[in-house]
C-alpha cells in the first residue's frame, strides 16, 4: 500500500513563508510524477505544481506560479513545495498527490491515483 505523508503546514501571517514536505513510502508503484495541489473551501482540487522523474521536469499552476518552487528528493523520495509572499487567499488545504494519468493534463485531479491527508494552510492578514 502506498502512503503519502505530508507535513509543514500551519498558521503565518501574510507575507510568509511555508515549506510543505511530502515523502512516499514506495517509490515503485507512484508513477513517473509526484505534484502539490490546493483546495479551498467549497471548490476543486487545483495543482500547484508537479515534478516528473522521467525528465527531472517541473510544472506549474496559476494560483501560486511566481510565489512557489517545488523540488525533489530522489534518495529519500520526498516531495518539497516552497511558497513566499503568502496571501490570505492561499489559505487551503494542499495534498500531495503520486501516480498521474499516463495521458492527460496533470491539473486534473481526478486522474492522479494516490493521495496524503492534505496539510492545512491558513494565512492571516
Known amino acids: 500500500q502506498v502512503h503519502l505523508v505530508e507535513s509543514g503546514g500551519g498558521l503565518v501571517q501574510a507575507g510568509d513563508s511555508l515549506r510543505l514536505f511530502c515523502t512516499a513510502s514506495?517509490?515503485?508503484?507512484?508513477?513517473?510524477?509526484m505534484a502539490w495541489f490546493l483546495q479551498a473551501s467549497g471548490k476543486e482540487r487545483e495543482v500547484v505544481a508537479a515534478?516528473?522523474?522521467?525528465?527531472?521536469?517541473?510544472f506549474y499552476g496559476s494560483s501560486l506560479k511566481d510565489r512557489s518552487a517545488i523540488s525533489m528528493d530522489n534518495v529519500n523520495n520526498t516531495l518539497t513545495l516552497q511558497l513566499n509572499r503568502l496571501e490570505p487567499e492561499d489559505t487551503a488545504v494542499y495534498c500531495c498527490?503520486?501516480?498521474?494519468?499516463?495521458?492527460?493534463?496533470?491539473?486534473?485531479?481526478?486522474?492522479?491515483?494516490?493521495w496524503g491527508q492534505g496539510t492545512k494552510i491558513t494565512v492571516s492578514s
Open positions: 498527490a503520486a501516480d498521474p494519468p499516463a495521458s492527460g493534463p496533470y491539473h486534473n485531479h481526478q486522474l492522479w491515483i494516490y
Open positions: 515534478f516528473r522523474w522521467s525528465d527531472g521536469k517541473t
Open positions: 514506495e517509490r515503485a508503484d507512484i508513477g513517473d510524477a
